[in-house]
C-alpha cells in the first residue's frame, strides 16, 4: 500500500508510474549532481581489493560494481511546484561464486576496509548456502575486454539544464492544459544518471555513463453535474537520451488519425498537453463501445507495451527455466516448444528482435552488468520462435556458449540478473503508412498510448486498455469511444497480426519502471515497432455503475 | 550498521537541530539491517545482506524548502547537511501548501520489535530454505520462495518541540510449489513481526497440498459466480480501494468518493451493512508504528461502519481549507469478520469457487473503482459443500465496491501482507475469461 500511496501524492494517478523509495537515494543540490565523482584509477583500485580478496578466500569467480546513480525528479501540479528531488546513491556491491555457489554483499562504505568485510561477507553468503546448492553455478566465457569504456549518446546532459527552465517548462505544459479546459493537471520528469564501473576476476574494467529521461503527466476533465471524470495522459515515451529529448523538433512529429499528434525521437509536452486536455474532454461524452470483435489498429506508443508483456517477458529464460515462479511467473513458451522450431509465435509477417544497442533506446548500454559486450539476436523470425534472453550463468541450460548480454541491477546494493532488453517488432518492407492502413479496415478500432494491462502469470491471457479509442467504420475514423478493452491470447493475438506500417511510422514505446525479482528492482527498457493491425479481436466494455 | 536505541537517536538529532538557522526545520534519521534468502528448482538461487541508515534535513524558510541528506553522524557532517538544506531551501520556489512543523505530539506505545526476529541468522534463512525445498522434492514438486526479515529503527525531531522513535522487526514469506508436471501450483503467504510465529514447514505444506490438488483443472465457462475468496485474494482489491479513501481527490471530483454537489460519500452506505473496516495501529495482530513519517500520531480510526463511510484521509494542508481536523493515511486495515472457518464456508455453498489469490490486478476504470486481474495458485470449483475439482484459471473484471454488496458470509480473519482480513464469501463476482495459466 505504500508505494500505492507514493503514486497517490505524486499525483498521476494509478498505474501512470511505480517509484520504488529505494530508488530516490540520498538527497543532494542540484550542482552535486556535476560533481565527477571518484576518478577511475581509484575505482580499479578498490575494485581489485574485493576481487582479491574474494580469490584469497576460495571464491572461484568474483564481479565488483561501483556505481553512482544520480536522479533529478520534478513534480508540478497546476501551477505548483510540489517537488524537486536530487538524489545521489553511492557504493559497491560484490558478487562472488565459492563452492559453486553465488554470494552477494553491497556496502556504501567505499574503502579498503569496508570492501574487504563486504566481500567476506558475501563469500560467507555464498559457502552458508552451498549445503543446499543442487545446481553448482556455470558461467560461459566471457570476452576480455581490458579498460574500456562506453556512454549514452546524448547532446544535453540534464545535470547541466537549470532547474527553473525545467519547472517552467513543466508549468508551461499545465498552463496550456488548464487553458484548453483541464480540470486538473499533474506534471513530472524524471531524469537518470548512472555511473557505473564494473571489474570482474575475468579481466575487465568497465566504466559506462547511462542517461534517460521521462516526462509525463496527467491530465484531468471533470463533469462535476455528470458525476464524470476522466484523464488523458501523456503520449511521450521514456527514452534513453538527454535533454534534448524535450527540444520538440518538429522534425519528429508525426501526424496520426482525428488530428493526433505522436513523437518520435523529440516530444513537444506544452502541444500534447492542448490536445490531452481536449482528448479528456471529449472523453466524457464518448461513446461507450459495443463488446465484439474488432480489427485492431495498435500506434506503438499503445503496442510497446502489449510487445513488453506478451513477448518480452514470456521470452525471459529465467522465467521459462522456474527461476520467477515465486513471484511474476513461468512463461508458456516452453523449451519444448522452442526446441521444435517451428513454434508459430505469430503470423509469418511478425520479427521480433532482442537488441541492447539501439540508439535512443532505455536499455542500450555498451557492456551488460556482468561485462559482456551487448548486441542484437532474434527472438521470433517469420513468426517461429527462434531464441530467449539469457544471461552466462544461463545459456548452458539453452545449448548455448555465448551470454546475450542483457544482465543489469538497478543499484550497486542489488545483485544482477536477467532482465529484458530492449525487444521490438521490425516494421513491414513494403511502403505502407498508417493513413492507408485505417483505409483499409471496414470495423475496427485505433488505439493510441498506454492504458489499464494485465497478464497471467504464464504469459497466455491479457487485457489491455489505452490512452485514446477511435471507432473505425468502412476506412474513416467516425469518432472517439470509450470503456474499451481487449482480452486475448499471446498466441492467437500476434497470429492474428496481418498489416504493419513501413518504418517512417516506427517509434519506441518505454517502460522506465519494469519490476522483477525477489527484493523487486526495476529497470527501464523499450520496445520499437510501426503502427500494426491485428484482425478479429475480442472487445470488451469495461463500463460499470456502483 | 547500528539500530539506534531511543537516546542515541535523540542526541544525534538534537545535534543536528542545534545546527539550524533557519525559520523552521525537520529531521528523520532511520536505519535498518536486512537479510534475505531466495530459491527455486528446488535449490537456492540468490541471497543477500543490506544496511542502511540516513539523517534526512528539511530547512524552511518562509514558505520555501530545501531537503539534504547524509549517512555520517560525527558533528562536522551534521553542520554540512543543516547548511547545504538551507541552502537550497534558500533557491526554491515558494510551496503555496507548505504547512508549518508541527508541535510536540503525544504517540501511544508501538509493539513492532521483536528480539527473535532481530536475530535471525544466513543459517536461520537457509533452514527456511530447505524446509520448502526438502518436503516438496519428496513429493515430485518443485518450490520457489522467498524469505526476507529486517531489524529497523526511525526517528525524527523538529524545531517546534517533536520528537518521535520506533523500532520494528519484520519477516516475509512467500513460496510457490509448481508440480513437476506443470500441471498444477499452489502458495503461500506469512508476515509477522515476530518471527516465532513463523512455521515454514506448516506454511510450505499448505502450498505443496494446493500444488497437488490442483492438478489437471478443467476449463469451465466464465460469467459471474459465488466465489469464497481466500485473504489473500481480497487483500489486495481492498488495499487498491483504501487507496482511494483521499478526501481531496474526492472533494476535486475525481475519486469514486465524489459527489455532484462537489462534497464526498462521508457518511454514505457504500457497501453491505455487515463491513465494517477500521486502521489500528496497536494491534496485537499487525502492529505498525504509533506515527507517521510527517510526525503525526495513528491511532485507531474507523473508515467505513456498517457499510456507512466514517473517515477520508485528510493531509493537513487540506484538513485546514476545509476546517477539518487531518486524518493520516492507515498504515494497517482490519475487516471484521465471523466465526466460519473456511470449511464452513465451503459446506454452506451450493455451487461456487474457492480462490487463493489473484494475480496482476490493474485499474480499469478509477471512476468505478473496476478492477481486472487473475486467479492464480490453486482454484477450486465447489459443488453442495465440497471441493470438487480445480478448475482452469480466470481473468475477473470487477470493483470492491460491488463486491462488498454482494457479500453473503464473513469468516475468521487471517494477518496477510500487514492487515487483518476475513475470508469472504460474494456472489455474482464477475468472470470474464479463461486463461491456460498454471
Given at each position: 500500500m505504500k508505494r500505492r500511496n507514493f503514486v497517490q501524492y505524486a499525483g498521476l494517478g494509478t498505474g501512470a508510474l511505480l517509484m520504488p523509495s529505494l530508488l530516490m537515494g540520498r538527497e543532494i543540490p542540484q550542482e552535486a549532481l556535476l560533481h565527477p565523482g571518484m576518478d577511475n584509477a581509484v575505482k580499479k583500485r578498490l575494485a581489485d581489493v574485493a576481487l582479491n580478496t574474494a580469490k584469497s578466500l576460495g571464491a572461484t569467480y568474483a564481479d565488483a560494481r561501483i556505481g553512482r546513480y544520480l536522479n533529478q525528479y520534478v513534480f508540478t501540479r497546476e501551477d505548483k511546484v510540489q517537488n524537486v528531488v536530487n538524489t545521489e546513491s553511492f557504493g559497491i556491491g560484490i558478487r562472488v561464486i565459492a563452492n559453486g555457489t553465488w554470494g552477494f554483499s553491497s556496502t556504501n562504505s567505499v574503502t579498503e576496509d569496508?570492501?574487504?568485510?563486504?566481500?567476506?561477507?558475501?563469500?560467507?553468503i555464498a559457502k552458508a548456502n552451498s549445503g543446499i546448492q543442487k545446481e553448482p553455478v556455470v558461467l560461459a566465457p566471457v570476452q576480455t575486454h581490458g579498460e574500456v569504456s562506453w556512454k549514452t549518446p546524448i547532446t544535453k546532459d540534464f545535470r547541466e539544464v537549470p532547474v527553473s527552465d525545467k519547472v517552467d517548462l513543466l508549468l508551461s505544459a499545465n498552463a496550456a492544459a488548464m487553458e484548453n479546459g483541464a480540470s486538473f493537471v499533474n506534471s513530472a520528469l524524471f531524469m537518470v544518471n548512472e555511473q557505473k564501473y564494473f571489474a570482474s576476476t575475468d579481466g575487465n574494467y568497465i566504466d559506462q555513463d547511462v542517461h534517460r529521461i521521462w516526462p509525463t503527466f496527467g491530465v484531468t476533465a471533470i463533469d462535476r453535474q455528470a458525476g464524470k471524470f476522466k484523464s488523458r495522459q501523456a503520449m511521450s515515451a521514456p527514452m534513453g537520451m538527454g535533454f534534448e529529448y524535450m527540444d520538440g523538433l518538429d522534425s519528429e512529429k508525426l501526424e496520426g488519425p482525428a488530428g493526433i499528434k505522436l513523437y518520435r525521437n523529440s516530444y513537444d509536452i506544452v502541444e500534447d498537453a492542448v490536445l490531452a486536455a481536449q482528448q479528456a474532454q471529449q472523453m466524457l461524452t464518448a461513446k461507450s463501445v459495443e463488446a465484439g470483435k474488432y480489427d485492431l489498429v495498435l500506434e506503438p506508443n499503445h503496442l510497446g507495451l502489449t510487445i513488453h508483456e506478451s513477448v518480452g517477458h514470456p521470452l525471459e529464460l529465467d522465467r521459462v527455466l522456474g527461476y520467477e515462479a515465486n513471484y511474476a511467473g513461468t512463461s508458456f513458451a516452453t523449451l519444448d516448444k522452442w526446441k521444435s522450431g517451428d513454434f508459430k509465435y505469430g503470423s509469418d509477417i511478425v520479427n521480433l528482435v532482442a537488441d541492447k544497442t539501439q540508439p535512443g533506446s532505455l536499455g542500450a548500454v555498451g557492456y551488460d552488468d556482468e561485462g559482456v559486450k551487448t548486441k542484437k539476436w532474434d527472438l521470433v523470425r517469420n513468426g517461429i520462435l527462434t531464441n530467449y534472453q539469457a544471461i552466462r550463468d544461463q545459456v548452458h541450460m539453452i545449448d548455448q556458449n555465448e551470454s546475450h548480454g542483457c544482465c543489469y541491477a538497478q543499484s550497486w546494493d542489488d545483485v544482477q540478473f536477467q532482465r529484458m532488453p530492449n525487444v521490438s517488432l521490425e516494421p513491414g518492407t513494403e511502403k505502407?503508412?498508417?493513413?492507408?492502413?485505417?483505409?483499409?479496415?471496414?470495423?475496427?478500432?485505433?488505439?493510441?498510448?498506454?492504458?489499464?494491462?494485465?497478464?497471467?502469470?504464464?504469459?497466455?491471457?491479457?487485457?489491455?486498455?489505452?490512452?485514446?479509442?477511435?471507432?473505425?467504420?468502412?476506412?474513416?475514423?467516425?469518432?472517439?469511444?470509450?470503456?474499451?478493452?481487449?482480452?486475448?491470447?499471446?498466441?492467437?493475438?500476434?497470429?492474428?497480426?496481418?498489416?504493419?506500417?513501413?518504418?517512417?511510422?516506427?517509434?519506441?514505446?518505454?517502460?522506465?519502471?519494469?519490476?522483477?525479482?525477489?527484493?523487486?528492482?526495476?529497470?527501464?527498457?523499450?520496445?520499437?515497432?510501426?503502427?500494426?493491425?491485428?484482425?478479429?479481436?475480442?472487445?470488451?466494455?469495461?463500463?460499470?455503475?456502483? | 550498521m547500528a539500530i539506534y536505541t531511543k537516546d542515541e537517536a535523540r542526541t544525534i538529532l538534537e545535534k543536528a537541530l542545534s545546527f539550524s538557522k533557519a525559520d523552521a526545520c525537520e529531521i528523520n534519521l532511520n536505519g535498518s539491517n536486512s537479510g534475505n534468502i531466495r530459491y527455486a528448482r528446488n535449490t537456492v538461487s540468490t541471497s543477500g545482506h543490506s544496511s542502511n541508515q540516513t539523517l534526512v534535513v528539511q530547512s524552511s524558510f518562509g514558505k520555501k524548502s530545501g531537503t539534504a541528506t547524509i549517512d555520517e553522524f560525527d558533528d562536522a557532517s551534521l553542520e554540512k547537511v543543516v547548511r547545504r538544506a538551507e541552502e537550497l531551501a534558500q533557491l526554491s520556489p515558494e510551496n503555496p501548501e507548505f504547512m508549518e512543523p508541527l508541535g510536540p505530539q503525544e504517540y501511544a506505545d508501538s509493539r513492532t520489535y521483536r528480539e527473535s526476529t532481530a536475530n535471525i541468522t544466513p543459517e536461520y534463512r537457509a533452514k527456511v530454505a530447505s524446509s520448502s525445498i526438502d518436503p516438496a522434492a519428496a513429493q515430485d514438486v518443485t518450490a520457489a520462495g522467498f524469505f526476507?526479515?529486517?531489524?529497523?529503527?526511525?526517528?525524527?525531531?523538529?524545531?517546534?518541540?517533536?520528537?518521535?522513535?520506533?523500532?520494528?522487526?519484520?519477516?516475509?514469506?512467500?513460496?510457490?510449489?509448481?508440480?513437476?508436471?506443470?500441471?498444477?501450483?499452489?502458495?503461500?503467504?506469512?508476515?509477522?513481526?515476530?518471527?516465532?510465529?513463523?512455521?515454514?514447514?506448516?506454511?510450505?505444506?499448505?502450498?505443496?497440498?494446493?500444488?497437488?490438488?490442483?492438478?489437471?483443472?478443467?476449463?469451465?465457462?466464465?460469467?459471474?459466480?459465488?466465489?469464497?475468496?481466500?485473504?489473500?485474494?481480497?487483500?489486495?482489491?481492498?488495499?487498491?480501494?483504501?487507496?482511494?479513501?483521499?478526501?481531496?481527490s474526492a472533494d476535486e471530483g475525481r475519486n469514486f468518493m465524489s459527489t455532484p454537489d462537489g462534497g464526498n460519500k462521508l457518511g454514505q452506505k457504500i457497501v453491505d451493512e455487515r463491513v465494517t473496516l477500521w486502521s489500528d495501529p496497536q494491534?496485537?495482530?499487525?502492529?505498525?508504528?504509533?506515527?507517521?513519517?510527517?510526525?503525526?500520531?495513528?491511532?485507531?480510526?474507523?473508515?467505513?461502519?456498517?457499510?456507512?463511510?466514517?473517515?477520508?484521509?485528510?493531509d493537513r494542508y487540506w484538513a485546514e481549507q476545509k476546517g477539518v481536523e487531518p486524518v493520516p493515511f492507515p498504515s494497517n486495515a482490519i475487516m471484521a469478520g465471523g466465526d466460519a472457518s473456511l470449511q464452513d464456508l465451503i459446506e454452506s455453498t451450493s455451487k461456487g469457487i474457492l480462490v487463493t489469490r489473484?494475480?496482476?490486478?490493474?485499474?480499469?476504470?478509477?471512476?468505478?473503482?473496476?478492477?481486472?486481474?487473475?486467479?492464480?495458485?490453486?482454484?477450486?470449483?465447489?459443488?453442495?459443500?465440497?471441493i470438487k475439482h480445480p478448475v482452469k484459471n480466470f481473468r475477473f473484471n470487477e470493483s470492491p465496491i460491488i463486491m462488498l454488496n454482494n457479500l453473503e458470509t464473513l469468516g475468521q480473519q487471517v494477518r496477510i501482507d500487514g492487515n487483518l482480513i476475513p475470508?469472504?464469501?460474494?456472489?455474482?463476482?464477475?468472470?470474464?475469461?479463461?486463461?491456460?495459466?498454471v
Amino acid at each position: 500500500m505504500k508505494r500505492r500511496n507514493f503514486v497517490q501524492y505524486a499525483g498521476l494517478g494509478t498505474g501512470a508510474l511505480l517509484m520504488p523509495s529505494l530508488l530516490m537515494g540520498r538527497e543532494i543540490p542540484q550542482e552535486a549532481l556535476l560533481h565527477p565523482g571518484m576518478d577511475n584509477a581509484v575505482k580499479k583500485r578498490l575494485a581489485d581489493v574485493a576481487l582479491n580478496t574474494a580469490k584469497s578466500l576460495g571464491a572461484t569467480y568474483a564481479d565488483a560494481r561501483i556505481g553512482r546513480y544520480l536522479n533529478q525528479y520534478v513534480f508540478t501540479r497546476e501551477d505548483k511546484v510540489q517537488n524537486v528531488v536530487n538524489t545521489e546513491s553511492f557504493g559497491i556491491g560484490i558478487r562472488v561464486i565459492a563452492n559453486g555457489t553465488w554470494g552477494f554483499s553491497s556496502t556504501n562504505s567505499v574503502t579498503e576496509d569496508g570492501i574487504k568485510k563486504a566481500t567476506e561477507q558475501a563469500v560467507a553468503i555464498a559457502k552458508a548456502n552451498s549445503g543446499i546448492q543442487k545446481e553448482p553455478v556455470v558461467l560461459a566465457p566471457v570476452q576480455t575486454h581490458g579498460e574500456v569504456s562506453w556512454k549514452t549518446p546524448i547532446t544535453k546532459d540534464f545535470r547541466e539544464v537549470p532547474v527553473s527552465d525545467k519547472v517552467d517548462l513543466l508549468l508551461s505544459a499545465n498552463a496550456a492544459a488548464m487553458e484548453n479546459g483541464a480540470s486538473f493537471v499533474n506534471s513530472a520528469l524524471f531524469m537518470v544518471n548512472e555511473q557505473k564501473y564494473f571489474a570482474s576476476t575475468d579481466g575487465n574494467y568497465i566504466d559506462q555513463d547511462v542517461h534517460r529521461i521521462w516526462p509525463t503527466f496527467g491530465v484531468t476533465a471533470i463533469d462535476r453535474q455528470a458525476g464524470k471524470f476522466k484523464s488523458r495522459q501523456a503520449m511521450s515515451a521514456p527514452m534513453g537520451m538527454g535533454f534534448e529529448y524535450m527540444d520538440g523538433l518538429d522534425s519528429e512529429k508525426l501526424e496520426g488519425p482525428a488530428g493526433i499528434k505522436l513523437y518520435r525521437n523529440s516530444y513537444d509536452i506544452v502541444e500534447d498537453a492542448v490536445l490531452a486536455a481536449q482528448q479528456a474532454q471529449q472523453m466524457l461524452t464518448a461513446k461507450s463501445v459495443e463488446a465484439g470483435k474488432y480489427d485492431l489498429v495498435l500506434e506503438p506508443n499503445h503496442l510497446g507495451l502489449t510487445i513488453h508483456e506478451s513477448v518480452g517477458h514470456p521470452l525471459e529464460l529465467d522465467r521459462v527455466l522456474g527461476y520467477e515462479a515465486n513471484y511474476a511467473g513461468t512463461s508458456f513458451a516452453t523449451l519444448d516448444k522452442w526446441k521444435s522450431g517451428d513454434f508459430k509465435y505469430g503470423s509469418d509477417i511478425v520479427n521480433l528482435v532482442a537488441d541492447k544497442t539501439q540508439p535512443g533506446s532505455l536499455g542500450a548500454v555498451g557492456y551488460d552488468d556482468e561485462g559482456v559486450k551487448t548486441k542484437k539476436w532474434d527472438l521470433v523470425r517469420n513468426g517461429i520462435l527462434t531464441n530467449y534472453q539469457a544471461i552466462r550463468d544461463q545459456v548452458h541450460m539453452i545449448d548455448q556458449n555465448e551470454s546475450h548480454g542483457c544482465c543489469y541491477a538497478q543499484s550497486w546494493d542489488d545483485v544482477q540478473f536477467q532482465r529484458m532488453p530492449n525487444v521490438s517488432l521490425e516494421p513491414g518492407t513494403e511502403k505502407y503508412g498508417i493513413a492507408d492502413m485505417i483505409r483499409d479496415v471496414e470495423k475496427g478500432i485505433y488505439i493510441a498510448g498506454r492504458g489499464s494491462y494485465s497478464i497471467d502469470q504464464q504469459r497466455y491471457n491479457f487485457q489491455f486498455g489505452g490512452t485514446v479509442f477511435y471507432e473505425i467504420r468502412n476506412g474513416e475514423v467516425v469518432g472517439m469511444l470509450d470503456d474499451v478493452a481487449y482480452q486475448s491470447n499471446t498466441q492467437e493475438f500476434w497470429n492474428s497480426c496481418v498489416k504493419i506500417c513501413d518504418e517512417s511510422d516506427y517509434r519506441l514505446f518505454g517502460s522506465f519502471f519494469d519490476g522483477k525479482g525477489q527484493p523487486s528492482q526495476i529497470s527501464a527498457v523499450s520496445h520499437g515497432s510501426s503502427t500494426s493491425r491485428f484482425n478479429d479481436v475480442n472487445v470488451i466494455n469495461t463500463g460499470r455503475t456502483i | 550498521m547500528a539500530i539506534y536505541t531511543k537516546d542515541e537517536a535523540r542526541t544525534i538529532l538534537e545535534k543536528a537541530l542545534s545546527f539550524s538557522k533557519a525559520d523552521a526545520c525537520e529531521i528523520n534519521l532511520n536505519g535498518s539491517n536486512s537479510g534475505n534468502i531466495r530459491y527455486a528448482r528446488n535449490t537456492v538461487s540468490t541471497s543477500g545482506h543490506s544496511s542502511n541508515q540516513t539523517l534526512v534535513v528539511q530547512s524552511s524558510f518562509g514558505k520555501k524548502s530545501g531537503t539534504a541528506t547524509i549517512d555520517e553522524f560525527d558533528d562536522a557532517s551534521l553542520e554540512k547537511v543543516v547548511r547545504r538544506a538551507e541552502e537550497l531551501a534558500q533557491l526554491s520556489p515558494e510551496n503555496p501548501e507548505f504547512m508549518e512543523p508541527l508541535g510536540p505530539q503525544e504517540y501511544a506505545d508501538s509493539r513492532t520489535y521483536r528480539e527473535s526476529t532481530a536475530n535471525i541468522t544466513p543459517e536461520y534463512r537457509a533452514k527456511v530454505a530447505s524446509s520448502s525445498i526438502d518436503p516438496a522434492a519428496a513429493q515430485d514438486v518443485t518450490a520457489a520462495g522467498f524469505f526476507n526479515d529486517s531489524e529497523s529503527f526511525s526517528a525524527m525531531i523538529n524545531s517546534n518541540g517533536l520528537f518521535a522513535y520506533n523500532q520494528a522487526t519484520g519477516m516475509d514469506f512467500t513460496v510457490t510449489m509448481r508440480t513437476n508436471d506443470g500441471t498444477g501450483s499452489g502458495w503461500v503467504s506469512r508476515d509477522y513481526n515476530d518471527v516465532t510465529k513463523f512455521d515454514a514447514a506448516a506454511a510450505s505444506k499448505i502450498a505443496i497440498d494446493k500444488a497437488v490438488m490442483s492438478r489437471e483443472a478443467r476449463a469451465i465457462e466464465p460469467g459471474k459466480y459465488t466465489v469464497i475468496l481466500e485473504p489473500a485474494a481480497s487483500n489486495d482489491l481492498l488495499s487498491n480501494m483504501f487507496s482511494s479513501f483521499s478526501a481531496r481527490s474526492a472533494d476535486e471530483g475525481r475519486n469514486f468518493m465524489s459527489t455532484p454537489d462537489g462534497g464526498n460519500k462521508l457518511g454514505q452506505k457504500i457497501v453491505d451493512e455487515r463491513v465494517t473496516l477500521w486502521s489500528d495501529p496497536q494491534h496485537p495482530d499487525v502492529p505498525t508504528a504509533t506515527w507517521n513519517g510527517a510526525g503525526q500520531p495513528l491511532k485507531k480510526t474507523m473508515w467505513i461502519e456498517n457499510g456507512v463511510v466514517k473517515n477520508l484521509a485528510y493531509d493537513r494542508y487540506w484538513a485546514e481549507q476545509k476546517g477539518v481536523e487531518p486524518v493520516p493515511f492507515p498504515s494497517n486495515a482490519i475487516m471484521a469478520g465471523g466465526d466460519a472457518s473456511l470449511q464452513d464456508l465451503i459446506e454452506s455453498t451450493s455451487k461456487g469457487i474457492l480462490v487463493t489469490r489473484l494475480w496482476y490486478i490493474r485499474s480499469v476504470d478509477p471512476q468505478t473503482l473496476l478492477y481486472t486481474g487473475l486467479t492464480r495458485d490453486g482454484t477450486f470449483y465447489i459443488e453442495n459443500g465440497k471441493i470438487k475439482h480445480p478448475v482452469k484459471n480466470f481473468r475477473f473484471n470487477e470493483s470492491p465496491i460491488i463486491m462488498l454488496n454482494n457479500l453473503e458470509t464473513l469468516g475468521q480473519q487471517v494477518r496477510i501482507d500487514g492487515n487483518l482480513i476475513p475470508y469472504m464469501k460474494i456472489r455474482d463476482f464477475t468472470f470474464t475469461s479463461l486463461s491456460d495459466a498454471v
